[in-house]
Nanobody, 120 residues
Framework: VQLQASGGGLVQSGGSLRLSCVAS????????MGWYRQAPGKQRELVAR???????DYADSVNGRFTISRDNFKNTVFLQMNSLRSTDTAVYYC???????????????WGRGTQVTVSS
């Protein structure tokens, strides 16, 4: 099982980006999916997450600007980021709770991360 994130890049303040993350491999079930980020010198923090049923929660700093969604048929989670600020600059990591076909319990999986840089 692996997660592959894409969509990062360089954008000006006020701009938008859309991140995608696809889970692949021998998967029985995907539970909660989410996005975290880590800025230089800071700890990794939750950005947004979504349950299998579509319930979401967001960090206060992105609420109203970012939207998380998922496509359960394509094992994909998205993060639409609007009104980007320089403080959103970070490496963004996707995360998912996945039960692999070879496992007896769900595990936490992480993607490698994609860089988002917002210039002021």
């Amino acid at each position: 099982v692996q997660l592959q994130a894409s969509g990062g890049g360089l954008v000006q303040s006020g701009g938008s980006l859309r991140l995608s993350c696809v889970a692949s491999g021998s998967i029985l079930h995907i539970g909660r999916m989410g996005w975290y980020r880590q800025a230089p010198g800071k700890q990794r923090e939750l950005v947004a997450r979504v349950t299998t049923g579509g319930d979401t929660d967001y960090a206060d700093s992105v609420n109203g600007r970012f939207t998380i969604s998922r496509d359960n048929f394509k094992n994909t989670v998205f993060l639409q980021m609007n009104s980007l600020r320089s403080t959103d600059t970070a490496v963004y990591y996707c995360n998912a709770v996945i039960t692999a076909s070879t496992a007896i319990a769900p595990n936490d999986y992480w993607g490698r991360g994609t860089q988002v840089t917002v210039s002021s």
